[in-house]
């Protein structure tokens, strides 16, 4: 079964033939109205005239049907058929004998008048009473007036009439049509531009936003619609959050399980390494200064250092919170980098305001993440140039920045920074920066890292400022 057409136009469609079935209904039911009463109008106006034509013309005959003047009667017939629409004038006396009968060729199609010849009572031709008999309405019929008529003319009159009523009609129907066109375009435009985002939306541009209408309904609509466009935005970023935190935790909670078992199943080894490397080094027959024995020992610290790196990522443990002196905290860092760095061509400055406490803080993870920021910048120097840490506490913020002047971050790498085991450097493990996430986190605070405009990186970490005691 084919389904009806109908269904398938659009309401811009729907509209127009609506409105455009309805205005032509209504022009040409008035114009038929206006035409019938017209017809009637013109026609008793046409019938009244030829009407009054007979009357004139059986009152001016009363004389001549009496005596049978027919000379009389054919002027008087003659000078009605000088009118254009009048066809054939008869008149008959009172036994219906045609005394005159004039014709001439008009084209039909006719009607016909009939008008008696009354006789007044104050004739003066008394004698000729006795032969005519006296009609129901006391008057004296001696004649009958019988006129042919055509009614060709309007007949033309009416059909121009009809044809220009057609053209107005038309042409009106087709101006209304046209406002009407913009106006429900105006109307419908905002709705199909509703349907193309919402087409957009489901192809996945959620960036999308419908344009407020000129009607109040329409900016209504498409403010509703946007809003519910923005809840469905946020509530899809929440989801793909969550998701890609669970997949985060997932991955995490399997690479800790190996970080653990690949520490412990090295730990032990490399304690026994090292314990014997000791053991060599005290044999007079070794010299302390092998390039080799420099570099066992060298590799056997890295090594040291990644499984604690493993370690504390694997587990972390729970945050010891107490009140913390994080001056003097951020300080002592600063200072044992300082005596590290004392050969160095690096210049570590500190703009730390004295006696900045904070209530809830475990000292010994954040002092991790302090250290091995500041550790990647003095890096990213090459131990040259200048590093600089700055502390403030203001709007109850806790904030920490340490900056340096090496070659910056590579725009594609700053949302990887804190992903695990990423890293630019051939000797990193790629934990550092995730362990100060998961600290930072712990800690209610944020960690992020920019380009400087002068050059360089700078790390901020930014803790909420807690100064009162720890809840017992």
């Given at each position: 079964?084919?389904?009806?057409?109908?269904?398938?136009?659009?309401?811009?469609?729907?509209?127009?033939?609506?409105?455009?079935?309805?205005?032509?209904?209504?022009?040409?039911?008035?114009?038929?109205?206006?035409?019938?009463?017209?017809?009637?109008?013109?026609?008793?106006?046409?019938?009244?005239?030829?009407?009054?034509?007979?009357?004139?013309?059986?009152?001016?005959?009363?004389?001549?049907?009496?005596?049978?003047?027919?000379?009389?009667?054919?002027?008087?017939?003659?000078?009605?058929?000088?009118e254009?629409d009048?066809?054939?004038?008869?008149?008959?006396?009172?036994?219906?004998?045609?005394?005159?009968?004039?014709?001439?060729?008009?084209?039909?199609?006719?009607?016909?008048?009939?008008?008696?010849?009354?006789?007044?009572?104050?004739?003066?031709?008394d004698?000729?009473?006795?032969?005519?008999?006296?009609?129901?309405?006391?008057?004296?019929?001696?004649?009958?007036?019988?006129?042919?008529?055509?009614?060709?003319?309007?007949?033309?009159?009416?059909?121009?009439?009809?044809?220009?009523?057609?053209?107005?009609?038309?042409?009106?129907?087709?101006?209304?049509?046209?406002?009407?066109?913009?106006?429900?375009?105006?109307?419908?435009?905002?709705?199909?531009?509703?349907?193309?985002?919402?087409r957009?939306?489901?192809?996945?541009?959620?960036e999308?936003?419908?344009?407020?209408?000129?009607?109040?309904?329409?900016?209504?609509?498409?403010?509703?619609?946007?809003?519910?466009?923005?809840?469905?935005?946020?509530?899809?970023?929440?989801?793909?959050?969550?998701?890609?935190?669970?997949?985060?935790?997932?991955?995490?909670?399997?690479?800790?399980?190996?970080?653990?078992?690949?520490?412990?199943?090295?730990?032990?080894?490399?304690?026994?390494?090292?314990?014997?490397?000791?053991?060599?080094?005290?044999?007079?027959?070794?010299?302390?200064n092998?390039?080799?024995?420099?570099?066992?020992?060298?590799?056997?610290?890295?090594?040291?250092?990644?499984?604690?790196?493993?370690?504390?990522?694997?587990?972390?443990?729970?945050?010891?919170?107490?009140?913390?002196?994080?001056?003097?905290l951020?300080?002592?860092?600063?200072?044992?980098?300082?005596?590290?760095?004392?050969?160095?061509?690096?210049?570590?400055?500190?703009?730390?305001?004295?006696?900045?406490?904070?209530?809830?803080?475990?000292?010994?993870?954040?002092?991790?993440?302090?250290?091995?920021?500041?550790?990647?910048?003095?890096?990213?120097?090459?131990?040259?140039?200048?590093?600089?840490?700055?502390?403030?506490g203001?709007?109850?913020?806790?904030?920490?920045?340490?900056?340096?002047?090496?070659?910056?971050?590579?725009?594609?790498?700053?949302?990887?920074?804190f992903?695990?085991?990423?890293?630019?450097?051939?000797?990193?493990?790629g934990?550092?920066?995730?362990?100060?996430?998961?600290?930072?986190?712990?800690?209610?605070g944020?960690?992020?890292?920019?380009?400087?405009?002068?050059?360089?990186?700078?790390?901020?970490?930014?803790?909420p400022?807690?100064?009162?005691?720890?809840?017992?």
């Amino acid at each position: 079964m084919k389904g009806n057409p109908l269904k398938n136009l659009g309401i811009h469609a729907k509209l127009l033939l609506s409105v455009f079935a309805l205005i032509s209904a209504t022009t040409f039911t008035l114009g038929y109205a206006g035409i019938s009463i017209s017809r009637q109008f013109i026609q008793d106006r046409f019938e009244k005239r030829i009407s009054s034509l007979a009357k004139y013309l059986a009152l001016n005959a009363e004389l001549g049907v009496l005596i049978e003047n027919r000379g009389m009667l054919n002027k008087l017939a003659a000078n009605l058929m000088t009118e254009d629409d009048v066809a054939r004038v008869i008149i008959s006396d009172r036994d219906k004998r045609e005394l005159i009968a004039l014709s001439r060729d008009v084209p039909g199609p006719f009607s016909t008048v009939e008008e008696p010849v009354l006789l007044s009572e104050s004739a003066p031709y008394d004698e000729l009473l006795k032969w005519y008999s006296i009609s129901d309405q006391g008057t004296k019929v001696v004649g009958m007036v019988k006129i042919t008529y055509s009614t060709i003319y309007i007949e033309q009159i009416l059909t121009v009439m009809a044809k220009r009523f057609i053209w107005f009609s038309a042409g009106l129907t087709c101006l209304a049509g046209l406002i009407f066109y913009f106006l429900s375009r105006s109307m419908v435009r905002p709705v199909t531009q509703l349907a193309q985002v919402a087409r957009g939306v489901a192809r996945g541009d959620m960036e999308l936003r419908a344009q407020p209408g000129g009607l109040p309904e329409t900016r209504d609509l498409a403010v509703a619609f946007n809003s519910m466009l923005d809840s469905i935005k946020r509530n899809r970023d929440a989801l793909e959050d969550a998701y890609q935190e669970i997949i985060q935790q997932t991955t995490l909670a399997e690479m800790g399980k190996f970080s653990l078992m690949v520490a412990h199943e090295v730990k032990n080894p490399l304690s026994i390494i090292k314990s014997s490397l000791d053991v060599l080094k005290s044999d007079p027959s070794f010299s302390c200064n092998d390039v080799m024995i420099f570099y066992m020992e060298d590799e056997i610290g890295r090594l040291n250092r990644m499984i604690e790196d493993f370690l504390a990522f694997a587990k972390p443990g729970r945050p010891c919170f107490r009140q913390v002196d994080v001056s003097a905290l951020i300080e002592d860092i600063v200072e044992k980098f300082r005596l590290q760095k004392a050969d160095s061509e690096v210049e570590i400055r500190s703009e730390i305001p004295p006696g900045l406490y904070h209530g809830r803080m475990d000292p010994d993870m954040f002092s991790r993440v302090i250290t091995n920021i500041l550790k990647n910048a003095l890096e990213a120097n090459g131990d040259k140039g200048e590093v600089l840490v700055t502390v403030s506490g203001e709007d109850e913020t806790l904030r920490v920045e340490i900056a340096d002047l090496g070659d910056g971050i590579d725009k594609g790498n700053i949302d990887k920074l804190f992903e695990p085991f990423f890293t630019t450097r051939s000797k990193g493990t790629g934990l550092g920066l995730t362990y100060a996430l998961q600290v930072v986190k712990a800690h209610n605070g944020t960690i992020t890292a920019r380009n400087r405009r002068e050059g360089g990186a700078c790390f901020s970490v930014e803790l909420p400022l807690d100064t009162g005691p720890i809840p017992r």
